[in-house]
Structures are given as structure tokens and as C-alpha cells.
């Protein structure tokens, strides 16, 4: 028999279900992994679940790694923030209050980009965290710390949160399975916001059984405390098919402005090759303004980020300045000393467009653009039932390459900002691996599915057929320590 | 484009403090992603309707049934300073 951290949630799942797995002894299990770990991901780490004895509940007492950013009573959450250091809310996050009751006790809390603002986990205030494939990379962001964590082990699944591909391009980059659900199916209550109209809540897991499952459990009926959260209208279905006979796939003929690396351009060919010996139709589509989404996107996120971010001014929790002379200079001396060069450079952008006489040109065109590109995958969901792209332009990049060039690191976001736009659900598997430009070894290579609002179903069932087609062999497994 | 004294003028709408070297800084920053985002400003977006939310959500209503709010201790607990049973703050005229 494998180590209990050798299986799937699901499938450790259904052990501790037939008596085969002690729930206790899975937990401490991870527990030591957790605590012993050398890539920066946890930020801090359980001792025991936190309702202990009880009933393993249908997750079986699968431990969850949770992105710091989610409130969790009692317990540090800071958002990656040194203006949040030590905080400790009075309530828990609505999903992690809904998967604690399904049985999925909190592992610990994962490090991230400041309030999720990165692509790379190097803006956290707690150092970053390194990729497991390469210790040298960044494990990819903003949810880099749920992401390196499943991928090496260290927990069998994860929460994170998705603004413009927080959930998605870490999992490409750590060689997991990663989905950005539809908007408002997964509460935000309890999310310390950055972007309020576009962060999301999803699941990042070993394969995509795993990501079905809990999924299932973290969204379902609307929440009262988030005016914004929906009913999900299906029943989240497991996936089971082996074959995409009758899929149509669209392939975005706007592709080529993203910048691909070669070897990331030829495992999402390869893919692409492999779908259509499952039966699936791939024909060439168009996503005319997806090439303005990453612009647009850049306006809108940092907008609300500097009107959301105005609560952190020393007032009611967090850090606050010493010796400030007047209320004023509390306020921009605490702003100044508790946020991150990204946090700044993104309130003074959002701030910037939100501005008397450049609100038209700025925000208000980048909502107009919204619009043009939720009308394009309208369009193009008319013809195909999946849209296909590769999830990062490339594989994980060096420690430090992008952190001193902001539009760099942007362009990370090429291929994932236009889905949170839509509001429409995607989700990332790994399709093999690829050499990074300037050789080293070989690194995962993320392949992302985008379908209409709630057709999670359909992306799961597509994605687990390729996932079995692609056999890509899994990190825990003794790929990396 | 955006200079320093632009910088500087955001920053007071922002209350956000920044160092002579984070000015200089941001002024470069900043023009590099606003070079990026001008390119929206090529589309014709003339009778295009913005979108604030791309969810369809009319009040969203639930029962108006009273229930216990965080106790006061609670909602204290985390404030870096408390007087009288409120947050205390420096005078906004020392």
C-alpha cells in the first residue's frame, strides 16, 4: 500500500470512509510534512484539526491548505501583508467554514503575493516561496503557496483565490490542477478583497477528480453574507469520461501576441493533437479584444484594489505607526510603512484612474472593454463548448528575472486576465513539461479549458479525459523531495 | 506619461506617504503600464455599455431576522488602540 501522503484527497477519502485509513493519522501525517517545510509555503501551520475526535465527515478528515488571505478565526490571517502581521479575525471565511463541516480540517495557511497582487509569491512581506520543480523559480502567483504545497506534498489539496490567474498560472507552474470557478459560485465572504468584482475562490488539487470534489463542497447554495455569491444551479458531478467525442474546441487565432516560449507552445500543440485522438473537434476561433483584456484588466483590478484597500489605515486591526503627530499622519505613515512596493505602485495606479479628469479614459473605458470581451466569448461559445489556450506564456521563471519590472511580470497574465473579465469558469491542468529558455531542467507547462458561466461539469469531464490521456507523472511521487 | 508632481498628487488622494526615491521611482513604473494601457484607447467604444459586474444580481435580500452581532471585546480585540469601548486615534488637529 502507498503512503497515506502518496494518495489523492479522494482517494485517501474513501479509505478513511472504509475504515482502511485513520482520519488522525492522516492529518499528522501532513502535520509533520507542514511543519517541516523548506520552500517558504506555509505561513503558519496547525497542531491538531481544529474540531478534533468527531465524525471525518464525507472529505474524510482530508486536510486543507488554506491561502493566507482567507479569514480564519483565531488563527493568522494577513494576506501576505506586513500591515496585517499577526492578525487574528474574529470570524472564518464562509468557504472554509463550509469544507471544515464537510470534513476538511485546516492544515495551515499558504503564502501569497501581498493581498494577491503578483504572479510569482515574491511580493509577500514573508519572503518567497520557491518552486518545488526548481528552488531557484518562483512557484508561479498569486496562490503560489497553495500551489508549491499540493504540488510537493506538503498537503493533499488547497484553496486559493483568482483575480486575474492567482489559482491558475501558479498550478501551471507547479504541475497541478488549478480552476477559477465562475463568478459569485463560491461566497467571498471572509476573503480579504483585492478586487471585488473579480476575485474568485477555487480549488487546487493533484488531479482533477480531486478539484470536482471539492469544488462540490465549496460552492452550492447562496450565501446571505455575500450579496454577489449565486446558487450554483447543478449538481457537481465526478468525472468519469475517457473520451471528448463530439467536444468542440476553439483555439483562440489570438494566440500569437502572448508572447509563448517554444517549448510551452509545442506540449499545448501536442495537447491540442492528443484531444483531437479523443474525438474532440479543435478548429481556429477569435477572441478579437483578448489582446486589450490584459490592459483593461490593469485598470479595473488596481481600481478596486485602491478603493478596497482604503481600510487598512491603522484604525481597527493590523499595524500602526508610532508617534504619528496628527490622524493624517497615522494614516499615510502607516500606508507607507505596512504596504509593498506592488501594493503601492497598484493603489497608486487604481488611484490614478479613478482620478478627476482621467476617470472616462481610463476606468471607464477599460469597463467598456469588459463588456467587448464578455461579448467575444458569447460569440465564440455559440460554435465551441471549451475554448482552448496554454494557462502562462511560459514555465517557471527565475527567483528575482521580473520582480524590478512590473509590465513584465504583467504579461504573465496574458493568457488567464480575460476569463475573470467574462466571468466565465477555467481550469489548468498540466500537459507535460518543457525546457525553460536558456536550458536547465524541464518544467511543468500549464494546459487551460474556458467555458461558458457553470459549465464546470463540462470543463471537468474534458479536463479528466486529457488528464488521463496526458499521463503526466505526478510531483508528490518522488519527482521532487 | 506621469511625472512627479503627478505622483506626488496621487499619493495625497491615496494617503499614502512615499520617499523622495519611491516617487522617482513610481513615476517610471507607472508610465511603463500606462504606455501599455493607452492601447485601449485605439478601440471605437462608442455605444458600448460598461460593465461594473458581470453577475445579473437584484437585491439580493435575505430575511430580516435580528441575530447576535460580534461582541463589542471581539471587535476591539485586533485595534492597536481603544478608549472608552471605541478605536482610539490620534487628533485629526494636533
Given at each position: 500500500?502507498?503512503?497515506?501522503?502518496?494518495?489523492t484527497a479522494?482517494?485517501?477519502?474513501?479509505?478513511?470512509?472504509e475504515?482502511?485509513l485513520?482520519?488522525a493519522?492522516?492529518?499528522?501525517a501532513?502535520?509533520?510534512r507542514?511543519a517541516?517545510?523548506?520552500?517558504n509555503a506555509f505561513?503558519w501551520?496547525?497542531q491538531?484539526?481544529r474540531?478534533p475526535?468527531?465524525?471525518?465527515?464525507?472529505?474524510?478528515?482530508v486536510?486543507?491548505?488554506?491561502?493566507d488571505?482567507?479569514?480564519?478565526e483565531?488563527?493568522?490571517?494577513?494576506?501576505?501583508?506586513?500591515?496585517?502581521?499577526?492578525?487574528?479575525?474574529?470570524?472564518?471565511?464562509?468557504?472554509?467554514?463550509?469544507?471544515?463541516?464537510?470534513?476538511?480540517p485546516?492544515?495551515?495557511?499558504?503564502?501569497?503575493?501581498?493581498?494577491?497582487?503578483?504572479s510569482?509569491t515574491?511580493n509577500?512581506?514573508?519572503?518567497?516561496t520557491?518552486?518545488?520543480?526548481?528552488?531557484?523559480?518562483?512557484?508561479?502567483?498569486?496562490s503560489?503557496?497553495?500551489?508549491?504545497a499540493?504540488a510537493?506534498?506538503?498537503a493533499?489539496w488547497?484553496?486559493?483565490?483568482?483575480?486575474?490567474?492567482?489559482?491558475?498560472?501558479?498550478a501551471a507552474?507547479?504541475?497541478?490542477?488549478?480552476?477559477r470557478?465562475?463568478?459569485?459560485?463560491v461566497?467571498?465572504f471572509?476573503?480579504?478583497a483585492?478586487?471585488?468584482?473579480l476575485d474568485?475562490?477555487g480549488?487546487?488539487?493533484r488531479?482533477?477528480?480531486?478539484a470536482?470534489l471539492?469544488?462540490?463542497?465549496?460552492?452550492?447554495?447562496?450565501?446571505p453574507?455575500?450579496?454577489?455569491?449565486?446558487?450554483?444551479?447543478?449538481?457537481?458531478v465526478?468525472?468519469?469520461?475517457g473520451?471528448l467525442a463530439?467536444?468542440?474546441i476553439g483555439?483562440?487565432?489570438?494566440?500569437?501576441?502572448?508572447?509563448?516560449?517554444?517549448?510551452?507552445?509545442?506540449?499545448?500543440e501536442a495537447t491540442?493533437e492528443?484531444?483531437r485522438?479523443?474525438?474532440?473537434?479543435t478548429e481556429?476561433?477569435?477572441l478579437p479584444?483578448?489582446p486589450?483584456?490584459?490592459?483593461?484588466?490593469?485598470?479595473?483590478?488596481?481600481a478596486?484594489?485602491?478603493?478596497?484597500l482604503a481600510r487598512f489605515?491603522g484604525?481597527?486591526?493590523?499595524?500602526r505607526?508610532?508617534?504619528?503627530?496628527d490622524?493624517?499622519?497615522?494614516?499615510?505613515?502607516?500606508r507607507?510603512?505596512?504596504?509593498?512596493?506592488e501594493?503601492?505602485?497598484?493603489i497608486?495606479?487604481?488611484?490614478f484612474?479613478?482620478s478627476?479628469?482621467y476617470?472616462?479614459?481610463?476606468?471607464?473605458?477599460a469597463?467598456?472593454?469588459?463588456?467587448?470581451i464578455?461579448?467575444?466569448?458569447?460569440a465564440a461559445?455559440?460554435?465551441?463548448?471549451v475554448?482552448?489556450?496554454?494557462?502562462?506564456?511560459?514555465v517557471a521563471?527565475?527567483l528575482?528575472a521580473?520582480?524590478?519590472?512590473p509590465?513584465?511580470?504583467y504579461?504573465?497574465?496574458?493568457?488567464?486576465?480575460?476569463?475573470?473579465?467574462?466571468?466565465?469558469?477555467?481550469?489548468?491542468?498540466?500537459?507535460?513539461?518543457?525546457?525553460?529558455?536558456g536550458?536547465?531542467p524541464?518544467?511543468p507547462?500549464?494546459?487551460?479549458?474556458?467555458?461558458?458561466?457553470?459549465s464546470?461539469n463540462?470543463l471537468f469531464?474534458a479536463?479528466?479525459?486529457?488528464?488521463?490521456?496526458?499521463?503526466?507523472?505526478p510531483p508528490?511521487?518522488?519527482v521532487?523531495? | 506619461?506621469?511625472?512627479?508632481?503627478?505622483?506626488?498628487?496621487?499619493a495625497r488622494?491615496?494617503?499614502l506617504e512615499l520617499?523622495?526615491e519611491?516617487?522617482?521611482?513610481m513615476?517610471?513604473?507607472?508610465?511603463?503600464?500606462l504606455?501599455h494601457?493607452?492601447?485601449?484607447?485605439?478601440?471605437?467604444?462608442?455605444?458600448?455599455?460598461?460593465?461594473?459586474?458581470v453577475v445579473?444580481?437584484?437585491?439580493?435580500?435575505?430575511?430580516?431576522?435580528?441575530r447576535?452581532?460580534l461582541?463589542?471585546?471581539?471587535a476591539?480585540?485586533?485595534?492597536p488602540a481603544?478608549?472608552d469601548d471605541?478605536f482610539?486615534?490620534?487628533s485629526?488637529q494636533?
Amino acid at each position: 500500500m502507498n503512503a497515506p501522503t502518496e494518495l489523492t484527497a479522494a482517494q485517501a477519502a474513501r479509505r478513511v470512509a472504509e475504515g482502511s485509513l485513520d482520519a488522525a493519522e492522516l492529518f499528522d501525517a501532513y502535520r509533520s510534512r507542514a511543519a517541516a517545510d523548506t520552500l517558504n509555503a506555509f505561513t503558519w501551520v496547525a497542531q491538531e484539526p481544529r474540531a478534533p475526535g468527531g465524525n471525518p465527515g464525507v472529505l474524510g478528515g482530508v486536510p486543507l491548505a488554506v491561502k493566507d488571505l482567507f479569514c480564519t478565526e483565531d488563527v493568522p490571517s494577513q494576506s501576505g501583508s506586513r500591515i496585517l502581521e499577526g492578525y487574528r479575525p474574529p470570524y472564518t471565511a464562509t468557504v472554509v467554514a463550509r469544507l471544515e463541516a464537510a470534513g476538511a480540517p485546516l492544515l495551515g495557511k499558504t503564502n501569497q503575493d501581498e493581498f494577491a497582487m503578483g504572479s510569482s509569491t515574491e511580493n509577500s512581506a514573508f519572503g518567497p516561496t520557491l518552486n518545488p520543480w526548481d528552488r531557484s523559480r518562483v512557484p508561479g502567483g498569486s496562490s503560489g503557496g497553495s500551489a508549491a504545497a499540493v504540488a510537493a506534498g506538503l498537503a493533499p489539496w488547497a484553496i486559493g483565490t483568482d483575480t486575474g490567474g492567482s489559482i491558475r498560472q501558479p498550478a501551471a507552474l507547479c504541475g497541478v490542477v488549478g480552476l477559477r470557478p465562475t463568478y459569485g459560485a463560491v461566497s467571498r465572504f471572509g476573503m480579504i478583497a483585492f478586487a471585488s468584482s473579480l476575485d474568485q475562490a477555487g480549488p487546487i488539487t493533484r488531479d482533477v477528480t480531486d478539484a470536482a470534489l471539492l469544488f462540490s463542497w465549496m460552492t452550492g447554495p447562496r450565501d446571505p453574507c455575500d450579496a454577489t455569491s449565486v446558487a450554483f444551479p447543478h449538481a457537481v458531478v465526478p468525472p468519469t469520461r475517457g473520451d471528448l467525442a463530439g467536444m468542440r474546441i476553439g483555439v483562440p487565432e489570438e494566440l500569437g501576441a502572448g508572447g509563448l516560449e517554444p517549448g510551452v507552445a509545442e506540449r499545448f500543440e501536442a495537447t491540442l493533437e492528443l484531444a483531437r485522438s479523443l474525438g474532440a473537434v479543435t478548429e481556429p476561433c477569435t477572441l478579437p479584444h483578448a489582446p486589450h483584456a490584459l490592459a483593461a484588466y490593469y485598470v479595473l483590478a488596481p481600481a478596486e484594489a485602491s478603493s478596497n484597500l482604503a481600510r487598512f489605515d491603522g484604525v481597527r486591526y493590523g499595524h500602526r505607526c508610532a508617534g504619528a503627530a496628527d490622524l493624517l499622519e497615522m494614516y499615510t505613515q502607516t500606508r507607507h510603512d505596512g504596504f509593498g512596493a506592488e501594493v503601492k505602485r497598484r493603489i497608486m495606479l487604481g488611484t490614478f484612474a479613478l482620478s478627476s479628469g482621467y476617470y472616462d479614459a481610463y476606468y471607464g473605458r477599460a469597463q467598456r472593454v469588459r463588456t467587448l470581451i464578455a461579448r467575444d466569448f458569447a460569440a465564440a461559445f455559440e460554435r465551441f463548448d471549451v475554448i482552448a489556450t496554454p494557462t502562462a506564456p511560459g514555465v517557471a521563471f527565475p527567483l528575482g528575472a521580473k520582480v524590478d519590472d512590473p509590465m513584465a511580470m504583467y504579461l504573465n497574465d496574458y493568457f488567464t486576465v480575460t476569463a475573470p473579465l467574462a466571468g466565465i469558469p477555467a481550469i489548468s491542468i498540466p500537459c507535460g513539461l518543457a525546457a525553460p529558455v536558456g536550458g536547465g531542467p524541464q518544467l511543468p507547462v500549464g494546459f487551460q479549458l474556458a467555458g461558458p458561466r457553470f459549465s464546470e461539469n463540462r470543463l471537468f469531464e474534458a479536463a479528466f479525459a486529457l488528464e488521463q490521456a496526458v499521463g503526466f507523472e505526478p510531483p508528490w511521487r518522488g519527482v521532487v523531495e | 506619461m506621469i511625472d512627479r508632481d503627478q505622483v506626488r498628487y496621487v499619493a495625497r488622494l491615496a494617503r499614502l506617504e512615499l520617499s523622495d526615491e519611491e516617487v522617482d521611482r513610481m513615476a517610471g513604473e507607472l508610465t511603463a503600464v500606462l504606455d501599455h494601457i493607452a492601447t485601449i484607447a485605439e478601440l471605437d467604444l462608442d455605444g458600448v455599455e460598461p460593465t461594473s459586474h458581470v453577475v445579473a444580481v437584484e437585491n439580493a435580500l435575505r430575511p430580516d431576522e435580528p441575530r447576535p452581532s460580534l461582541p463589542r471585546e471581539r471587535a476591539l480585540a485586533a485595534a492597536p488602540a481603544v478608549l472608552d469601548d471605541g478605536f482610539a486615534v490620534p487628533s485629526p488637529q494636533a
